[in-house]
């Protein structure tokens, strides 16, 4: 069983990853709306993994955003900035991919995309580690 979740943790961390190569590529054709997609995915796998490394979890991107700020940022183990990246990402995705008229431009999203490879290196690092709260 810890295998198996180990392999779980490391299988989303490689997720996160190669969901962060996609978002650069999808900048990299000025396709906005699909990059914030990717960036927000790619921060949601690993927050998914650091949640999972914790043994917490939830079925709704709402939960999972919950957990991290209540048990990651309200701590003091993750900062407050990285945490606002999260959010604004999550935010920003619900909104391109579900409202009408929504259009991402570089001036918005290029900042997330340059931001969020250290929220994905920071959240690595706790989710590599043994559990990162107490129980």
């Known amino acids: 069983m810890r295998e198996e979740r180990e392999a779980l943790i490391r299988y989303r961390l490689e997720r996160a990853a190669e969901t962060m190569a996609e978002a650069r590529?999808?900048?990299r054709g000025n396709h906005w709306n699909?990059?914030?997609n990717r960036l927000y995915y790619a921060c949601f796998y690993g927050v998914t993994a650091l949640?999972?490394?914790n043994n917490l979890g939830s079925s709704k991107h709402s939960g999972v955003r919950g957990q991290f700020n209540l048990q990651f940022v309200k701590t003091g183990l993750v900062s407050p900035d990285l945490a606002e990246?999260?959010?604004n990402l999550?935010?920003?995705?619900n909104r391109g991919?579900?409202?009408d008229l929504?259009?991402?431009d570089e001036a918005t999203v290029?900042?997330?995309l340059e931001e969020a490879p250290r929220f994905l290196a920071e959240i690595g690092k706790l989710a590599a580690t043994p559990a990162s709260i107490d129980k």
């Not at 999550?90 to 995705?93: A, D, H, I, V």
């Open 34 to 36: 699909g990059c914030v």
């Open 25 to 27: 590529l999808l900048a």
């Open 102 to 104: 929504v259009r991402m």
């Open 85 to 87: 990246l999260y959010n």
């Open 51 to 53: 949640l999972l490394r």
């Open 90 to 93: 999550y935010q920003s995705r």
């Open 110 to 112: 290029r900042p997330w």
């Open 97 to 99: 991919d579900y409202e």
